[in-house]
């Protein structure tokens, strides 16, 4: 999740005179001693104007002794691409900090996707939101009505290989570079059903994928079906439309759907929260590495304080579809319904590089209301309902289609056990 309620920092690097001088000992080296690289003189660079200690300034000798190494000796010269390297090198450095997944650098060109995508532009691919955890690359979502989700990748699903290639050791940045491309494209990935003990080889045909954020319609009894994909920029105002019709439509209840929504922005997590909570009711707290803390609260204008409230949650609903749930659950607004979510506890700040890369940083962690920190645990449902990993959860345009005796007797019994709780608290 990130925070863009306020001006990207912009943060303006230059080369600092300890790495110069570091990296002057390398030529003067090199020219000396006819390719023999003398270590001893990269770790006794002058180090006065290093930020760190002395004793990490030294370590940087090492680190330019690797790369020259790499650089000049390396079999594949080819492959030794500087530009590769330093992302190589910047990713290995974010992952050090054990918050794989979440805390992240995006080169230029990933970053201006991610812009697109906050903006609800279209883009090519599988449609699935895609993550690296605890080493093992995995679905986390597919996208609703996506080529991911016509061929059965569910959240979960772990990705053991693509187009042949081993995925063990990627991170998300080079996952997502194989998995995405052009609309027409084939892709074949190596899959392991969440379950299940042998992998399948599934192929999908890339397709130009629109990410929908506010989906709702209207089901029996005068209950709606909201659906929140994602936090998006504009997602807030969007559901505040939906439930507008809604219940000037006449619905009695809400089920608000968040399973398979991955996240995303933490302001549009409050103004989602805000809907449904009044002013000044605590939706997130964060923490910062001293120990700070900050309550968020909800904002004025909420349109559904009042009307009863189910939340579906399952395994894909992370980062602010956490937030947003943990919120709702504290204030028991909401009753909980479905599977222990992903388990995303930290706040990311974007800083832009000055190449137009974006470092994603996880400078706070976030906890619930009650002061519980959800990092790697997940928030629990008041009610488990278990759905198989090869059912697929009934979109609002899906369920519209049903009357109240298919419903009942879909294989969504996550949904189910939602209507029957929303009806019966209608009738309160």
Known sequence: MSDTSSPFDILRLRMPLWLVAVLLGVALVGGLFGGLLGGFLLVRAPVADCPESEEVCAEFGVFWEAWSLARNRYVDAEAADPSVMIVGAINGMINSLGDRGHTRYLTAAEAQEWEDSLSGARFEGIGAFIDVRNGQTMIVAPIEQSPAEEAGLRPGDLILAVDGVSTEGWTVEQLQANVRGPRGTPVTLLIL?????????ITIVRAAVNVPSVSWRMLPDNIALVRLSSFDRDSGSQLRNALRSAQSQGARAVIFDLRNNPGGLVDQAIEVASQFLPRGTTVLIEESRDGRRTENRANRGGVALDIPLVVLINGGSASSAEIVSAALQAAERALLVGETTFGTGTVLKPFRLRDGSRLFLGTQQWLTPEGELIRGQGISPDEEVILPFEIRPLS???????DSVELRESRDAQLV???????AAASR
């Open 193 to 201: 059903h969440l379950g299940e003990s042998e992998p399948v080889e």
């Open 396 to 402: 609002p345009a899906e369920a519209a289609e049903l």
């Open 417 to 423: 056990r939602a209507l029957e709780l929303a009806a």
